[in-house]
């Protein structure tokens, strides 16, 4: 390899599947010239030992054990570590497929490579439409990266793309400790802040292993990191040079959609009076509602939407609840 990588990973309580994501690093042609960091944030089953053979047997392989701070502590912890010229995180459920190494530093370089992954190991790429060509430069981010940024979640991750370190270093980008939703976001997308130009890979160099029990987010928790994530977002374009009044009102939009979603769900599955009270914390903020009304409908694909919107709009919080509780026992009905 023309120029030298850190692999930082994260490791707690992941020993049934940490020697697959470190021996997929070590398959790699080159791997010797690898740096890989595991990082041990207080690992209480067998990682902690996996990690010391690995190193033992590895003179690329650093171990670092530390008591459990979250995986935000953990990355931050190998980036003070690193010594190579870029960054790459690898989860330690996850891999990387053979061959992915030599394909990162092909064609121009960028001060940031983002490459296609896939999920569970279904060999399809999630990013592969998003982006037209391969390399972008500062002055084409309003139309292309930044797009992406606002509309794609899958975007998100920062397991897929490769940082350089002189820029994280120098501009003390990390990821932020106590977060413990959208950090890998908010590293990303800080880190994009300092950058001039991008790079698209389009082939799946990554396997992210989703557990379908843990897939589906908290309803409790649904609507207030959609809205945590927003005031980050409109502070975040609000402050970068771009078109800011377009991205910001994208953001607005997808806050909107996605807690009226949250809406509905509190309805159908919370106890009616749990429902009553979420739904109310919801129409009471000023961002949310104010944005909804933004949105003048004039046709309604559907009598459902033209109740919920007129319900929204007068604030009718028990009919709320009430209406989605009797769809939800509809839908039973008629399956």
Same mark, same amino acid.
């Given at each position: 390899m023309d120029n030298s990588v850190s692999i930082i990973v994260p490791v707690y309580n992941s020993e049934k599947l940490l020697s697959r994501s470190i021996d997929s690093v070590l398959s790699q042609p080159g791997s010797s010239e690898i740096e890989i960091?595991?990082?041990d944030d207080g690992s209480t089953d067998g990682s902690a030992a996996i990690c010391d053979r690995?190193?033992?047997?590895?003179?690329?392989i650093k171990v670092i054990h530390q008591a459990n701070g979250g995986v935000s502590a953990a990355r931050n912890t190998g980036i003070k570590a690193a010594a190579s010229d870029y960054l790459l995180f690898l989860d330690s459920d996850d891999y990387y497929e053979p061959g992915a190494f030599e394909k990162l530093f092909e064609g121009e370089a960028a001060d940031l490579v983002c490459f296609d992954y896939c999920v569970n190991g279904d060999g399809n790429g999630v990013l592969d439409k998003k982006f037209e060509k391969s390399l972008y430069q500062k002055s084409e981010f309003d139309d292309t990266?930044?797009?992406v940024m606002v509309f794609d979640t899958s975007f998100y991750s920062s397991c897929n793309k490769m940082f350089k370190r002189s820029i994280v270093v120098e501009n003390g980008v990390e990821f932020p400790p106590g977060v413990k !939703?959208? &950090?890998d976001m908010i590293f990303v997308y800080t880190y994009i802040r300092y950058i001039s130009s991008f790079k698209f890979i389009r082939d799946c160099l990554y396997c992210y292993m989703l557990d379908q029990s843990t897939a589906i987010s908290s309803l409790n928790k649904s609507y207030e990191h959609c809205y945590e994530q927003f005031l980050w977002l409109r502070d975040y374009f609000g402050t970068l040079e771009c078109d800011s009044d377009f991205l910001i009102g994208e953001c607005e939009g997808l806050f909107v959609f996605r807690t009226i979603l949250a809406l509905e769900q509190a309805g159908e599955e919370l106890r009616l009076f749990d429902s009553i009270k979420y739904i109310k914390s919801i129409l009471n903020n000023d961002d949310f509602f104010n944005g909804y009304k933004k949105y003048n !409908?004039? &046709?309604f694909r559907t009598k459902h939407d033209e109740i919920?919107?007129?319900?929204?709009?007068k604030k009718r919080t028990v009919l709320l609840a009430l209406f989605?509780?009797?769809n939800k026992l509809r839908s039973k009905l008629l399956r």
């Open positions: 960091i595991l990082v690995y190193a033992a047997e590895n003179n690329n990266l930044y797009r !939703y959208g &950090e !409908y004039t &046709e919920m919107y007129g319900l929204i709009n989605f509780k009797f």
